[in-house]
């Protein structure tokens, strides 16, 4: 029995090799977009999770799980709870609707999900103008609130605040033997930092009298691959280093 045959099947070997050389290299996908195309085509995610990457930041931010607000079979109660302290997921937006309350108002209901799950958050009107900007499908962000349980049902988080994750603040440590040496080349440091604009401060250490100085808020930059190289050839990896701040010093 012949198989069925395809448009290629049916072209002269001349032409094949004419549409084979027409072919765009378009090179190979990266891992996130192989990623979203299992998950449209098969509706999971079958060779990893695009918060695979973030995995570090995502458990340092975070004080609850998805997992957390589920309900456990023992004792019927989920281990997040009302009138507790704010907790903080992290986590990929995969769902979002929008409604309007009775004084047509705008609220939106999103589904977050990370390593573990998906956990339901409703963001009501007062928060939903501050922070309708990051409540975008595939967005990953950090949601700080307060836990809503319902009798025999997984909790909800009530939504105060969202930071995306490329948000959170870093900090660029440069450290210098000695005073002397750092004020011998600070404008060197300043020549490196001119060309960059952004929100991470620069931090700069003198080992031999343990001073710490932070450079003026005007010396902001935005920490990249690029900034980076350029401080370590000319100080040293040992000399350069990036810290990020912890999520609740920006909630």
């Known amino acids: 029995m012949v198989g069925q045959m395809t448009l290629f099947d049916l072209v002269s070997e001349d032409q094949k090799e004419e549409f084979q050389i027409r072919m765009p290299d378009v090179g190979e996908y990266s891992k996130e977009t192989l990623l979203a195309f299992e998950k449209e085509v098969l509706g999971i995610y079958v060779s990893g999770h695009p918060l695979e990457a973030y995995e570090e930041k995502w458990k340092k931010s975070i004080s609850a799980t998805t997992a957390d607000f589920q309900l456990d079979e023992e004792t019927g109660h989920t281990k997040v709870h009302d009138g507790g302290a704010k907790e903080i997921i992290g986590g990929m ?23 573990l799950g998906t956990v339901e958050v409703v963001v009501f009107p007062r928060d939903y103008e501050k922070n309708r900007d990051y409540l975008e499908v595939d967005s990953k962000v950090f949601v ?7 009798d025999d049902k997984p909790s909800k988080m009530i939504c105060e605040k969202i930071i995306p994750f490329e948000q959170t603040k870093k900090e ?5 033997p000695d005073k002397e040496t750092f004020l011998d080349q600070e404008q060197i440091v300043y ?37 980076l190289s350029r401080l370590m050839n000319h100080f040293g990896e040992k000399r350069v280093k990036v810290v990020e701040k912890p999520i609740e010093n920006i909630f």
Request: charge should be neutral; aromatic fraction near 6%; charged fraction near 30%.
């Open 93 to 115: 937006i995969t769902e979002k609707t929008i409604k309007h309350t009775k004084t047509n108002q705008m609220m939106a209901f999103i589904t977050v999900e990370d390593l």
């Open 144 to 150: 700080r609130g307060r836990v809503s349980e319902e």
């Open 172 to 176: 660029l440590w440069i450290q210098f």
């Open 191 to 227: 020549g490196y930092l001119a060309d960059s604009d952004g929100n991470d401060e620069v931090v700069i250490y003198c080992a031999k009298e343990r001073v710490v100085k932070r450079l003026p808020k005007n010396r902001n930059i935005g920490i990249n691959e690029q900034i």
